[in-house]
């Protein structure tokens, strides 16, 4: 079975400033990792993905995310904050393998407020 | 333009009325999923099918059917609504179980 978990259900930053949102996950095999981003009264759109590449993934809108396998990571940052970036942002894994039916385990999520 | 379609967008019911809320996909993609977001829980898996007239429950079936009749459509049905079940609604589908999902725009229910 696989799990996430997002720290901080709610993230504050100035415009401008960094953005650190943090996913910790479990998961039995390699995993594939995900972040979406959820703008209010949307669908999810994905922003990037992790599939045993390059660990550091850049996504869309200046977002970047590291796995980090002795941590058990996937956090994403981006270096300079924008009003637009404010949403809900949700961690997701997978088993690649295919060998469980789980699909894709989600964190619960958590929502970005940029400050002026 | 690829993309996952849901309708209703928006519903108000009554306890008990039986409704459809219907999904479609124009991607080919084998792997479909119905999906229930509330606040500070996330989203949460109801049904999946891996392929025509292959379903599974997810986390929380209870109170939901699916079928896949046709490798595009894969309508959610409540039959007898709750209060429950007041909630948003994504459908989603992938080329495979593992894969990055893609997201319809979501089906806001209300049940009274």
């Known amino acids: 079975a696989q799990s996430v978990t997002q720290l901080g259900s709610h993230v504050s930053v100035s415009e401008g400033a960094l953005v650190l949102l943090r996913c910790n996950y479990s998961s039995s095999v390699p995993p594939y990792l995900f972040w979406y981003v959820q703008y209010p009264n949307q669908g999810l759109q994905l922003l990037l993905k992790y599939t045993s590449a390059a660990t550091l993934v850049k996504g869309i809108n200046g977002f970047e995310a590291e796995f980090k396998k002795s941590e058990t990571s996937f956090h994403l940052t981006k270096p300079s904050a924008h009003m637009s970036d404010a949403a809900e942002y949700f961690c997701?894994?997978?088993?690649?393998?295919?060998?469980?039916?789980?699909?894709?385990?989600f964190g619960k999520g958590t929502h970005l407020i940029i400050q002026p | 333009e690829a993309q996952v379609t849901q309708n209703p967008r928006y519903l108000i019911t009554v306890t008990g009325k039986k409704l459809t809320v219907t999904c479609s996909q124009n991607m080919n993609h084998e792997y479909m999923s119905w999906y229930r977001q509330d606040p500070g829980l996330g989203l949460r898996q109801i049904y999946y099918s891996m392929n025509v007239e292959v379903t599974d429950k997810g986390d929380v079936p209870e109170g939901y059917k699916v079928s896949r009749k046709e490798k595009r459509n894969f309508p959610l049905i409540l039959e007898s609504p709750s209060p429950n079940q007041t909630s948003l609604y994504f459908c989603?589908?992938?080329?495979?179980?593992?894969?990055?999902?893609?997201f319809g725009p979501g089906t806001r229910l209300t049940v009274l």
């Open positions: 997701a894994v997978s088993d690649p393998s295919g060998g469980g039916a789980d699909g894709l385990t």
């Open positions: 989603a589908s992938s080329f495979d179980l593992g894969d990055e999902q893609f």
